[in-house]
């Protein structure tokens, strides 16, 4: 099954005078909740979808508990998530401090299988 893409205008940021320029913008295609993700699970195996949310609201619980300490969490062939931060710039070492950090979010790396599916892709104009 393809991926499905949109078209998007978008103007250039350094010149708003140029003409808009459209782009390929994939378009999400519903979405799967944890609920439905453990269904999935438990028809696959012998564990009750019950169990298998159990398992996956806990693993979600352990990712942000680690996620809090600064550590990579590394999720098999699917990928890794870590910490990333935006920070102030200062002239000296001695000047930086935690106050500089203003930006903090979840970065995700894709493990193998995921960058074999990516490499994969097929995509279709939507509409």
Same mark, same amino acid.
């Given at each position: 099954?393809?991926?499905?893409?949109? #078209?998007?205008?978008?103007?250039? +940021?350094?010149?708003?005078?140029? +003409?808009?320029?459209?782009?390929?913008?994939?378009? +999400?295609? /519903? *979405?799967?909740?944890? *609920?439905? #993700?453990? *269904?999935?699970?438990?028809?696959?195996?012998?564990?009750?979808?019950?169990?298998? !949310?159990?398992? !996956?609201?806990t693993l979600e619980k352990n990712i942000i508990r680690e996620l809090?300490? /600064?550590?990579?969490?590394? #999720?098999?062939? &699917? /990928?890794?998530?870590?910490?990333?931060?935006?920070?102030?710039?200062?002239?000296?070492?001695? *000047?930086?401090?935690? !106050?500089?950090?203003?930006?903090?979010?979840? !970065?995700?790396? +894709?493990?193998?299988?995921?960058?074999?599916?990516?490499?994969? &892709?097929?995509?279709?104009?939507?509409?």
């Amino acid at each position: 099954m393809a991926v499905k893409f949109k #078209l998007m205008g978008r103007k250039n +940021p350094q010149d708003l005078q140029a +003409p808009e320029k459209y782009y390929a913008t994939a378009m +999400p295609d /519903g *979405e799967v909740d944890m *609920e439905y #993700l453990a *269904e999935m699970i438990s028809e696959q195996c012998t564990v009750t979808d019950t169990d298998c !949310l159990a398992v !996956l609201n806990t693993l979600e619980k352990n990712i942000i508990r680690e996620l809090k300490q /600064g550590r990579i969490v590394k #999720l098999g062939h &699917l /990928g890794n998530f870590r910490i990333g931060i935006s920070a102030v710039g200062q002239d000296a070492i001695e *000047e930086v401090s935690a !106050l500089d950090i203003h930006k903090t979010r979840v !970065l995700f790396a +894709p493990g193998k299988k995921m960058r074999k599916m990516l490499g994969e &892709l097929t995509f279709r104009k939507a509409g």
